[in-house]
């Protein structure tokens, strides 16, 4: 038994490694520290956050599948490069996908999810107001994440999180860092609708939000080179 508990006690550990640098990496990414492109070394990060490949790399999986890290044989990863031409693709996706979504949530969520929501909200308002876009940006992605999941239908959550980790990639690629990239006044709006229980109006204001976002993109592209000791040294947190 004892045995057993040290495992269990070991993954957890791991897992909440796992947790940490996956934040870590995404928001220099979002924080626009990363720019597209860049290369992502196992043996790199692996040396700069102190654990082996293999756990770098179930992080960089992750982040593939999310969209936000490309992976290619005998090329390793890097951070995934969205043309101008496709931008408005992602985007005309997501007013379909969370239109429909949050259709179906208006109404379901329970007073302890709407709590929770408006909670999630305020976190978001914080880390714009203190300047630490990639955490205020990747706590934007959690709002839609939540809402998408009370519509019950995971097939559909699992679709709109990938669009949401996608083009919250294209904002921090195209947008000007001094931007909050997701209102959470918007978002507040939207957890209102949830709350009332009116699908039109809901539907209405992602729409609305979405295009708002999309309008604040500057469609250029242009990259420098990057080194990942120095980002990750200067981000504070290393």
């Known amino acids: 038994m004892a045995k057993v508990s040290k495992n ?15 934040e870590r990496i995404f928001d220099v990414i979002l924080d626009q520290k990363l720019a597209p492109g860049a290369r992502l070394t196992e043996e790199a990060l692996g040396e700069i956050f102190g654990v082996s490949r293999t756990i770098i790399r179930r992080v960089l ?7 936000v890290v490309e992976i290619k044989p005998n090329r390793g990863a890097s951070v995934t490069s969205t043309p101008v031409s496709d931008v408005d693709q992602y985007f005309e996706a997501r007013r379909v996908i969370e239109g429909a979504i949050i259709r179906m949530a208006a109404g379901r969520a329970s007073d302890y999810e709407i709590n929770d929501l408006r909670s999630l909200i305020g976190e978001e308002k914080r880390y714009y107001e ?21 519509a019950g239908n995971e097939p559909l959550a699992d679709v709109a999180r990938q669009l949401i980790s996608r083009t ?14 997701c209102a959470y006044c918007d978002h507040t709006a939207l957890v209102d609708a949830l709350e009332a229980g009116d699908p ?22 242009e990259s420098a080179p990057i080194d990942l000791f120095d980002i990750f040294s200067d981000d504070g947190e290393a």
Request: no cysteine.
């Open 130 to 150: 203190s300047q630490t876009r990639g955490k205020g940006l990747r706590t934007s992605n959690e709002v839609h994440f939540r809402i998408a999941a009370l």
């Open 61 to 67: 999986l992750r982040l593939s599948h999310e969209g």
């Open 200 to 221: 039109d109006k809901a539907e209405h204001l992602m729409v609305e939000h979405i295009d708002h976002i999309r309008h604040t993109l500057h469609l250029s592209e």
């Open 168 to 181: 919250a990639l294209i904002i921090s690629q195209y947008q000007d860092a001094s931007q909050s990239a």
């Open 8 to 22: 269990s006690s070991a993954e957890k550990r791991s897992a909440h490694q796992e947790q940490l640098i996956y």
